[in-house]
């Protein structure tokens, strides 16, 4: 008879997406409530979103108990950081402290996939996006998760930035207007839920502009 043996894992993947688009004066961050593990649904409302300055949010989706480890980090170095230097850091600041924290743990990861979405010095939009050891880039729009691979080729279709080889460089900003760039994410969210049973619920939509951030969430199917 042949030994069993119980294989344990320290990662799960807990699905979802996250969805970033960048404007000329905003950012539009949105990602689903879902949190599943394998073929069971653990919560339905569970906000993958968080705050981390006054001009920068971040997304996540992956490993839920890394995303929570990895939220209580940043947050220390943040609080560090205001008492050292007496300012919020900037959405770019944060960018390269995110950055530098997955590095940190290469060897045993953060199991987690981020995009990191706000406003830079200049009030113009940014968006980065990064693996699971900090491997980064700023972009004019970004998705992570379970959904990305069904909502990146829409999203490529409908935005496709210029080529980063192009002289002069062109901006990486999308040209949409706020209004049209939550739509478009939306329609985005609503798409990859008929498609991926790890994405759905609800969609908790974080806007950021000059007047600060606001609110939006929209009903996505339930099964």
């Given amino acids: 008879m042949t030994k069993q043996q119980a294989n344990w894992s320290p990662y799960d993947n807990n699905g979802g997406t996250c969805v970033a688009v960048a404007g000329a004066d905003y950012c539009v961050i949105a990602a689903d409530t879902r949190m599943s593990t394998g073929y069971n649904i653990l919560t339905r409302d569970y906000s993958k979103i968080i705050k981390l300055a006054d001009r920068c949010v ?31 850091m900037s959405c770019p600041a944060m960018g390269q402290l995110l950055s530098n924290t997955l590095y940190y743990k290469r060897f045993f990861p953060y199991y987690s996939f981020n995009v990191l979405g706000g406003l830079d010095s200049k009030g113009k939009g ?47 900003v999308t040209p949409l207007s706020e209004s049209e760039a939550i739509d478009l994410v939306k329609t985005c969210f609503a798409s990859a839920t008929e498609r991926d049973i790890y ?16 609110r939006e969430e929209m009903d996505l199917r339930k099964d």
């Fill in 199 to 214: 994405t759905g619920d609800k969609l908790e939509i974080v806007i950021l502009n000059a007047d600060g951030i606001r």
């Fill in 58 to 88: 971040m997304a996540s989706s992956g490993f839920q108990a890394d995303v929570r480890a990895l939220q209580k980090v940043l947050a220390s170095r943040h609080l560090i950081y205001q008492h050292q230097h007496n300012k919020q």
């Fill in 126 to 172: 940014c968006v980065f996006t990064y693996d699971a050891v900090g491997s980064y880039e700023r972009v004019g729009y970004s998705s992570q998760g379970s959904g990305s691979t069904l909502i990146m080729p829409f999203l490529d279709n409908q935005l496709k930035s210029p080529s980063p080889l192009l002289l002069p460089a062109k901006d990486a």
